[in-house]
């Protein structure tokens, strides 16, 4: 009999569950359930993506890409970055098109760390960075934001948790699951502290279309912040592409060199056919980017101003698509608030803690659904924190 305890590596056995898909896994196998929970688009992915795909099967274009991606993807990225964020990046070798914005995350953090290597992550944030950045070798670093600075990173937080061993700030804004944006004046500020080390940055920007009350700006598009950061984005949120899993990484050649290694080792390359609707939906799906922004937005100020009314304080979120209410009235822990909602109310959200410690006394709600599933969820949400 084989002892498992003494092959695994101890790193891997010490990984918790992601605490996002433990409450969705329960609320599956649970009847007249309204999950709030996934922070998936409830849109179809726009036709005419889905034609482009369609079309390069019925053409036979199912090989292997270059291991960077399709040439003319990585054109229309730059164009992209150009034109939405004035960031300017070479198709040639500036650009990895990847599997998610996940794997992007994933080689980035693997290309740059060395073992002791300490990675600065503001917290609440998503589940994903600490346990890549543990498996490295690296000594992950939360930053507390707190709901007074509406969770965005302050500079005065960033300086007390630098220290000589500090390799990498990771900056993921728009934040899930807060919905917090960091504005040019924000990031001229978070710039100033890091101009002048060697501190590379990891900037997340999955939900860069989905801002509100103002555009979203990339710290790699300030002075002095393009060679120190590797820019992650894709099409999931933005395109309501989620299960074509493509994304792209952009940053200074020397680091993109070394990301491709592992890509090409790991992966090969990404999907052909994600490849070819992706280059659609660059060139012609702008229109429907602001038909989904606008929808987000309505229910944006729905499910916020829903949480105020019935007593659990939430600050306006001005990107993604979350609101992040206190709990900390009810007197029970977050964890011990969805589990009680969910088998007494037949509601599912993710509790705050599941994001970082500094996530304590929150949940995360998604408005990435219905507006009726959103009304009849914060109804049954106030009923349950009456009976408390």
């Known amino acids: 009999m084989i002892d498992y305890s003494k092959i695994l590596p101890e790193k891997v056995v010490k990984m918790k569950p992601s605490g996002i898909r433990k409450f969705f896994d329960i609320a599956n196998e649970m009847d007249n359930v309204i999950s709030l929970g996934v922070g998936e688009p409830d849109f179809q992915t726009p036709w005419t993506i889905r034609d482009a795909a369609i079309l390069s099967l019925e053409r036979g274009q199912t090989r292997y890409t270059s291991n960077w991606g399709l040439m003319e993807l990585r054109k229309e990225i730059a164009n992209y970055l150009k034109r939405r964020f004035d960031i300017s990046y070479d198709p040639k070798n500036e650009i990895v098109v990847t599997v998610g914005g996940s794997e992007g995350i994933d080689i980035c953090i693997r290309a740059l760390l060395n073992e002791g290597d300490e990675v600065l992550i503001p917290e609440p944030c998503f589940v994903c960075y600490d346990p890549i950045v543990s498996l490295c070798g690296g000594v ?125 080792f790991a992966i090969m390359c990404a999907p052909s056919t994600s490849q070819y609707a992706a280059i659609e939906a660059l060139r012609h799906c702008d229109p429907q980017i602001r038909m989904m922004v606008e929808d987000y937005d309505m229910r944006r100020r729905l499910t916020a101003d829903g949480f105020n009314r019935i007593g ?54 998604s408005y990435s659904y219905s507006v009726e599933h959103i009304i009849e969820a914060i109804k049954r949400i106030e009923e349950f924190i009456n009976t408390l």
């Open 140 to 264: 992950p670093v939360p930053v507390p934001t707190k709901a007074e600075d509406n969770f965005r990173l302050t500079p005065e937080a960033l300086k007390a948790r630098i220290t000589p061993k500090t390799k990498l700030l990771i900056l993921p804004y728009p934040n899930n699951p807060t919905g917090a944006v960091m504005r040019r004046e924000h990031l001229e500020a978070i710039a100033e502290v890091i101009r002048g080390t060697d501190i590379m940055v990891l900037s997340d920007e999955i939900y860069s279309e989905l801002t509100y009350s103002s555009s979203h700006v990339s710290i790699a598009s300030l002075e002095g912040m393009w060679e120190r950061t590797i820019v992650i984005n894709g099409f999931s949120k933005s395109y309501s592409m989620t299960g074509w899993r493509l994304g792209y990484a952009c940053g200074p050649e020397p680091i993109l060199h070394q990301m491709i290694k592992i890509h090409q």
């Open 312 to 365: 659990l304080s939430c600050f306006e979120p001005e990107g993604a698509f979350y609101v992040f209410p206190c709990i900390k009235s009810t007197g029970l822990s977050s964890e011990e608030f969805c589990e009680k909602l969910l088998f007494s109310k037949r509601v599912a959200v993710v509790p705050g803690n599941a994001f970082g410690a500094s996530g304590e006394g929150y949940i995360r709600v």
